[in-house]
């Protein structure tokens, strides 16, 4: 049997029966897996994944955590701008690289939760368009030219910025958090769910693991792969945003979905 393509983060070492391409940015993957099928194997992001299951993209979630970062700090500022705080944010406009980029997501919900703010209250800047190809964002959501979030910052285009942590250590260096106190929200926010937020996760072609299942098993179970009560409680509190975002147009059926990996 041929080798399986998975393309992931990080390496799998000594593992027969698989080739890992590199693609760069990772990200860059994402809509090549959910609109072509153009690997085996790929790690994806959460709500990239959620959109494909609504789209009805033949995907399996296999669960493993490959990426997961608190995201209280991801929503920045520029440090010598004003100071802002999350009740400023209603009516102004925030970048983010995509409006489905799972960290968005995530600091959106932070934001309806802790501080009563909807997405649509907020115009949301983007620099990218989505993975999923069906997807279709919301009024509130434009476009810009822009290559980079933080130049949107920069350049006065919006009052605030959501980068995750690769990007607030590069292009978003100096940037400062606008959610006051921003690790110790975090811990509370873990506390408070009993899981820290997921990024991305691992998903194999329906018709690859029909065909090829040991195979698939053995790189699951090399990345620790396994149902938990914290990965399911994520997914749910995942997908529950989604749909008050407007980045699902109805309840995903996660029970249905994630039977297909057992």
Same mark, same amino acid.
């Given at each position: 049997?041929?080798?399986?393509?998975?393309?992931?983060?990080?390496?799998?070492?000594?593992?027969?029966?698989?080739?890992?391409?590199?693609?760069?940015?990772?990200?860059s993957a994402f =809509?090549?897996?959910?609109?072509? &099928?153009?690997?085996?194997?790929?790690?994806? =992001?959460?709500?990239?994944?959620?959109? *494909?299951?609504?789209?009805?993209?033949?995907?399996?979630?296999?669960?493993?955590?490959?990426?997961?970062?608190?995201?209280?700090?991801?929503?920045?500022?520029?440090?010598?701008?004003?100071?802002?705080?999350?009740?400023?944010?209603?009516?102004?406009?925030?970048?983010?690289?995509?409006?489905?980029?799972?960290?968005g997501l995530w600091? @959106?919900?932070? &934001?309806?939760?802790?501080?009563?703010?909807?997405?649509?209250?907020?115009?949301?800047?983007?620099?990218?368009?989505?993975?999923?190809?069906?997807?279709?964002?919301?009024?509130?959501?434009? @476009?810009?030219?822009?290559? @980079?979030?933080?130049?949107?910052?920069?350049?006065?285009?919006?009052? =605030?910025?959501?980068?995750?942590?690769?990007?607030?250590?590069?292009?978003?260096?100096?940037?400062?958090?606008?959610?006051?106190?921003?690790?110790?929200?975090? @811990?509370?926010? *873990?506390?408070?769910?009993?899981?820290?937020?997921?990024?991305?996760?691992?998903?194999?072609?329906?018709?690859?693991?029909?065909?090829?299942?040991?195979q698939v098993r053995?790189?699951?179970?090399?990345?620790?792969?396994?149902?938990?009560?914290?990965?399911?409680?994520? &997914?749910?509190?995942?997908?529950?945003?989604?749909?008050?975002?407007?980045?699902?147009?109805?309840?995903?059926? &996660?029970?249905? *979905?994630?039977?297909?990996?057992?």
């Amino acid at each position: 049997m041929k080798p399986l393509t998975a393309v992931l983060g990080r390496t799998v070492e000594d593992l027969p029966g698989f080739e890992f391409p590199q693609v760069k940015p990772l990200y860059s993957a994402f =809509a090549r897996m959910v609109r072509n &099928l153009e690997f085996d194997v790929c790690e994806l =992001a959460l709500a990239t994944y959620l959109q *494909a299951v609504e789209a009805g993209v033949p995907i399996t979630l296999v669960p493993v955590e490959l990426v997961g970062s608190a995201h209280h700090r991801s929503l920045t500022r520029l440090p010598d701008g004003p100071a802002l705080t999350p009740e400023d944010l209603p009516g102004k406009r925030i970048g983010v690289r995509s409006y489905s980029q799972t960290t968005g997501l995530w600091v @959106r919900g932070i &934001l309806q939760e802790e501080y009563g703010i909807a997405a649509s209250e907020v115009t949301w800047v983007t620099t990218e368009e989505p993975h999923v190809a069906q997807y279709r964002e919301p009024a509130y959501v434009t @476009r810009s030219p822009a290559t @980079r979030v933080a130049d949107l910052l920069r350049d006065g285009e919006v009052e =605030a910025a959501v980068l995750g942590p690769r990007a607030i250590g590069g292009q978003g260096e100096g940037l400062v958090p606008i959610i006051p106190d921003a690790e110790a929200a975090e @811990r509370a926010w *873990a506390e408070r769910h009993g899981f820290s937020p997921i990024n991305h996760l691992l998903v194999v072609r329906d018709e690859v693991l029909r065909a090829a299942p040991d195979q698939v098993r053995a790189l699951a179970d090399t990345l620790g792969a396994g149902w938990t009560d914290e990965l399911r409680a994520c &997914l749910e509190l995942a997908a529950g945003y989604a749909l008050q975002q407007e980045l699902l147009r109805e309840p995903v059926d &996660l029970e249905k *979905a994630t039977r297909k990996w057992t």
